[in-house]
């Protein structure tokens, strides 16, 4: 089954506005939670992460929120610009073994 | 930063050929990945490696070989490739010091099988 899964494959947002990517998780032994970026035809980068410890972590504009008990976690980026028109993964992993298991993606896109 | 590379960027084989994708990096990372990206899948991964002549089974293993020969090197083997295994292949690796578990990806493999 799928254990990282992001139920919206696309969405679009006005330039300045918020824009909030959704990521569910199955396995309860998760305890890293990252976001990564890909441009068409460039390889993933890491965006921000968070470790299970924390629900909450702000990086300029980007801010991660993890909800543990709904093994659910978002990616809000504020001001979002035309550059961040991208495909967003996120990815889940054990610490333990460290096998990183990534969503389908979300492509987002920021109408000027 | 990071250095991954992989060869060859662009492989295309006929169905049942063998075919051996390559990666290494540099920075001494323990962690090795092989991941297959596919529209409406993201990635998935196909087999990992913490260190020399060890081998993780991934999610979508079936089809796939790997080998780490040394910390640098972790070739990806389709030894009778078929027409589904046509996709983007990226390797990566991490560092798993301290808290964070950071993937540092190749540019990619784009193979075709006819």
């Known amino acids: 089954g799928q254990q990282v899964k992001q139920s919206s494959p696309s969405l679009t947002v006005q330039e300045g506005g918020i824009s909030i990517l959704n990521c569910d998780y199955e396995n309860d032994m998760f305890d890293y939670f990252a976001w990564y970026k890909k441009y068409p035809d460039n390889s993933p980068t890491l965006l921000i992460s968070v470790r299970s410890n924390v629900d909450k972590r702000e990086d300029g504009r980007l801010t991660v929120f993890l909800n543990k008990s709904g093994k659910h976690f978002s990616l809000h980026i504020t001001a979002s610009q035309p550059e961040d028109t991208a495909v967003y993964l996120c990815?889940?992993?054990?610490?333990?073994?460290?096998?990183?298991?990534f969503g389908a993606g979300t492509k987002l896109t920021i109408k000027p | 930063e990071a250095a991954v590379t992989q060869s060859p960027r662009n492989k295309v084989t006929v169905t049942g050929g063998n075919v051996t994708l390559s990666c290494r990096q540099t920075?001494?990372?323990?962690?090795m990945y092989w991941y297959r990206q596919d529209t409406g899948h993201g990635l998935r991964l196909i087999h990992y490696?913490?260190?020399?002549?060890?081998?993780q089974i991934g999610d979508v293993p079936d089809g796939y070989k790997a080998t780490r020969t040394t910390q640098e090197d972790f070739f990806l083997l389709l030894e009778l490739a078929s027409p589904s295994q046509t996709s983007l292949y990226f390797c990566?690796?991490?560092?798993?010091?301290?808290?964070?578990?950071?993937?540092?990806f190749g540019a990619g493999t784009r193979l075709s099988v006819l």
């Open positions: 920075n001494s990372h323990n962690y």
């Open positions: 490696s913490y260190g020399a002549g060890n081998l």
């Open positions: 990815a889940a992993g054990d610490y333990g073994n460290e096998k990183i298991t």
């Open positions: 990566a690796s991490s560092d798993t010091q301290g808290c964070q578990n950071t993937l540092y």
